[in-house]
């Protein structure tokens, strides 16, 4: 009953400082939304950042009628969690041909950096035959930044420790035999 126990608190401690480390080292995760839209739409870029004191931060893009727009700070849930920033831009009217054009759809990428310097890179697409304004839903809208560093690093993390653990309780179970 005892070991079992301990085994419970280990696994417990071991998991709060491996999710406390993803956590602070987490890259920043970017999304827009839609991620497919037509000439003069318009297009929501969201960056989540490690927790910051910035109000807000620039994002830029070929795509943007305006070329860079400023994303704000929404309410932070908890003190101390990561941070987000959204804001919204309006696509260029005449989108056809740009650096990523596949027959009638144009990639465009948006690039910023958070607060701390951490740079972010997220894209959407737009078609030359979606009539002006209008957005194709259904698309979805996704990161284009995987953690799978960090869900490796966690993994690892908790590997060890669940290692570490067995070799002390077994040690430990020896030595009162």
Request: a positive charge; aromatic letters at 6%.
């Amino acid at each position: 009953m005892r070991s079992t126990r301990v085994i419970a608190a280990s696994g417990l401690t071991v998991a709060t400082l491996g999710l406390s480390a993803g956590a602070a080292f987490a890259k920043p995760v970017a999304s827009a939304s839609p991620h497919l839209v037509g000439p003069g739409g318009a297009v929501t870029i969201t960056v989540t950042c490690d927790p910051c004191k910035g109000r807000s931060i620039a994002a830029t893009s070929q795509g943007f009628a305006s070329g860079t727009i400023h994303l704000k700070r929404v309410a932070d849930r908890h003190p101390g969690t990561r941070s987000t920033f959204r804001g919204t831009a309006r696509v260029a009217s005449q989108v056809s041909g740009g650096p990523n054009h596949v027959g009638r759809y144009t990639t465009w990428g948006v690039d910023g950096k958070c607060p701390d310097g951490t740079a972010w890179h997220t894209s959407f697409k737009t078609d030359a035959k979606l009539p002006h304004g209008k957005v194709r839903t259904g698309a979805g809208g996704t990161s284009e930044d995987s953690n799978t560093t960090e869900i490796v690093a966690g993994a690892a993390v908790l590997a060890t420790a669940a290692i570490g653990g067995t070799y002390f309780l077994r040690r430990r179970q020896n030595d009162q035999s």
